[in-house]
């Protein structure tokens, strides 16, 4: 089955650039989703379809794919931006989530 | 606002049943595609199943294919999970979420399924 890896933990202090890798080998053909998770909340979409930003997210967080990886980063992380985050992705049969990132900003 | 609000969730024992409920307001419901997915406690998300938005598809992890049964009503803007031979690997918060991207974008805050006997 298809899998998407993602490294288990990223650390920044505040102010500097975070960036979280996603490897899966549909990638090239396929778009990269990305979510944030808080603690005790729900998944909140921060990228869609590579790089596009829902309405609400802040410009910090940006998105972005080549070959077989996909990137999110965020400049200037603040503390508040400390959560899991998760790729997906599609196949022929369904979706797929990354492993999950711990990002820490401290 | 997009609002989805899951229920249908409790202890259930290995080998039964138990069906899930999404209740959907905010949004045109019979316009969109409609995802189901699972957090076991202190993992990662798990993606389990999608229906088009006329239910005409239906797509499944393989985990749960066979026991397992997306489906939705239109006219009641709502969207359901059937869950059956249940074992201890289902437990997880299970959320639901809209597809307007062709992926999980708005999300419910999840019911808990603890299966154990």
């Known amino acids: 089955s298809y899998e998407l890896t993602q490294p288990p933990s990223v650390s920044v202090s505040p102010g500097q650039t975070a960036r979280i890798t996603c490897s899966g080998d549909?990638?090239?053909?396929?778009?990269a989703y990305w979510y944030q998770q808080k603690s005790g909340q729900a998944p909140v979409l921060v990228i869609y379809?590579?790089?596009k930003r829902p309405s609400g997210i802040p410009e910090r967080f940006s998105g972005s794919s080549s070959g077989t990886m996909a990137t999110l980063t965020i400049s200037g992380a603040q503390v508040e931006d400390e959560a899991d985050y998760y790729c997906?992705?599609?196949?022929?049969?369904?979706?797929?989530f990354g492993g999950g990132t711990k990002l820490t900003v401290l | 606002q997009v609002q989805l609000v899951e229920s249908g969730g409790g202890v259930v024992q290995p080998g039964r049943s138990l069906r899930l409920s999404c209740a959907t307001s905010?949004?045109?419901?019979?316009?969109?595609?409609m995802h189901w997915v699972r957090q076991a406690p202190g993992k990662g998300l798990e993606w389990v199943a999608v229906?088009?938005?006329?239910?005409?598809?239906?797509y499944y992890v393989d985990s749960v294919k066979g026991r397992f049964t997306i489906s939705r009503d239109n006219s009641k803007n709502a969207l359901y999970l059937q869950m059956n031979s249940l074992r201890a690997e289902d437990t997880a918060v299970y959320f639901c979420?809209?597809?307007?991207?062709?992926?999980?974008?708005?999300w419910g805050q999840g019911t808990l399924v603890t299966v154990s006997s």
């Open positions: 979420a809209t597809s307007q991207w062709n992926c999980p974008d708005y």
């Open positions: 905010g949004f045109t419901f019979s316009s969109y595609g």
């Open positions: 229906i088009w938005y006329d239910g005409s598809n239906k």
């Open positions: 549909a990638l090239p053909k396929k778009y």
């Open positions: 379809e590579d790089s």
């Open positions: 997906y992705s599609t196949d022929s049969s369904g979706g797929v």
